[in-house]
């Protein structure tokens, strides 16, 4: 979940699926994929927080999920998100728009 700022003096919350990665859900009902899920959202937090608390969305489009956008998203220390997902093990890499 990110806020979001895209208007001066607007925040709002969204929920945001990340272009190019799979990750697991944290609602599975496997209790193997919930922790990989909480693995995955603990490191996401860690490159949060090392870069400052900031990550800059683009590329922003709506989603199959009702509620979701898919967006493409770099942390101020310069790495982008999928690949910091990528090299911890914690994502697969996937074709958008394809299965």
């Given amino acids: 979940m990110v806020k979001a700022k895209p208007w001066p003096q607007q925040t709002i919350t969204v929920l945001v699926r990340i272009h190019g990665i799979d990750t697991p859900e944290l609602h599975s009902k ?11 959202k603990d490191a996401m937090a860690e490159a949060l927080s090392t870069s400052g608390g900031e990550l800059t969305l683009s590329s ?4 199959k999920y009702f509620g979701h956008v898919v967006a ?8 982008n998100a999928p690949s910091v997902m990528l090299d911890a ?6 074709r958008v728009g394809r299965r």
């Fill in 30 to 40: 496997c209790g193997n994929s919930r922790q990989l899920a909480l693995a995955a």
């Fill in 89 to 94: 093990g914690l994502a697969r890499r996937i």
């Fill in 72 to 79: 493409d998203g770099t942390f101020d220390h310069g790495h």
């Fill in 60 to 63: 922003i489009s709506g989603d």
